[in-house]
């Protein structure tokens, strides 16, 4: 079975400056869909960024970029220029191709933004 | 931006009574489903729905629970008999095409407390 584990509960950062949120996964496949969500704390969890294993092009959204290494099965998530509207708390995400359509999801990662 | 949306926002119901949650997907995905979060804990998949019966179900989802596409726009989750171990958030999720991106929407949840 696939796991995904986040090995920092908390992380915080300053306004404007940049943070990395670590993820790793396991899994024995070889085509699979990674995400990063973001639950506000409002609780509506949104998509922040979409990875396909089969791409090597890292993925880039805005302020958001992955740095996904397949072979290490490592997929960070790298905040920019962080807001203090990006506090929240931060899941790493794994989803099969084949059979399964659940989406995996490690333990969460509470971002802090120090104005 | 069409959302997911569900109701209620908060259930308080009592230990053995019988609870139905309720979503309504994105109007035009074909893929439903049902994650919880227990306080503090990560998100657990449920089960997926799919041409109107459940594709996938986790081992959390026994014969307490079931679900439900009453009409073409409603989505319900029914816990037949509540128990304390039961209260958690849970989340409806629909994806339009899990072969075009895999992404899977979710809901603003529902805060279920067994007492």
């Known amino acids: 079975a696939q796991t995904v584990t986040q090995s920092q509960p908390e992380m915080s950062v300053q306004e404007a400056e940049t943070v990395t949120l670590s993820c790793t996964y396991d899994?024995?496949?070889?085509?699979?869909?990674l995400f990063w969500y973001k639950q506000p704390p409002s609780r509506q969890m949104i998509l922040v960024i979409r990875q396909e294993a089969y791409k090597q092009q890292n993925a880039t959204e805005n302020r958001f970029s992955v740095n996904f290494q397949k072979a290490a099965k490592s997929f960070s998530l790298k905040i920019s220029d962080s807001q203090l509207g990006d506090a929240a708390m931060y899941f790493c995400?794994?989803?099969?191709?084949?059979?399964?359509?659940?989406?995996?999801f490690g333990q969460g990662t509470r971002l802090t933004i120090n104005p | 931006e069409p959302e997911v949306t569900q109701t209620p926002s908060h259930q308080v119901t009592q230990m053995g009574q019988e609870v139905i949650l309720r979503c309504v997907p994105i109007?035009?995905?074909?893929?439903f489903y049902w994650y919880r979060q227990i306080l503090g804990q990560k998100v657990e998949f449920l089960v997926s729905?799919?041409?109107?019966?459940?594709?996938?179900k986790s081992e959390i989802f026994d014969d307490q629970f079931s679900v439900e596409r009453p009409d073409g726009s409603n989505f319900t989750l029914k816990i037949r008999s509540t128990k304390l171990e039961d209260s958690a958030m849970y989340f409806c999720a629909s994806s339009e095409n899990l072969a075009v991106t895999y992404e899977q929407y979710f809901g603003p949840g529902t805060r279920l407390t067994v007492t």
């Open positions: 729905f799919y041409n109107n019966e459940i594709s996938e």
């Open positions: 899994t024995s496949e070889s085509d699979y869909y």
């Open positions: 995400a794994y989803i099969s191709i084949q059979g399964a359509q659940k989406l995996v």
């Open positions: 109007s035009n995905h074909l893929y």
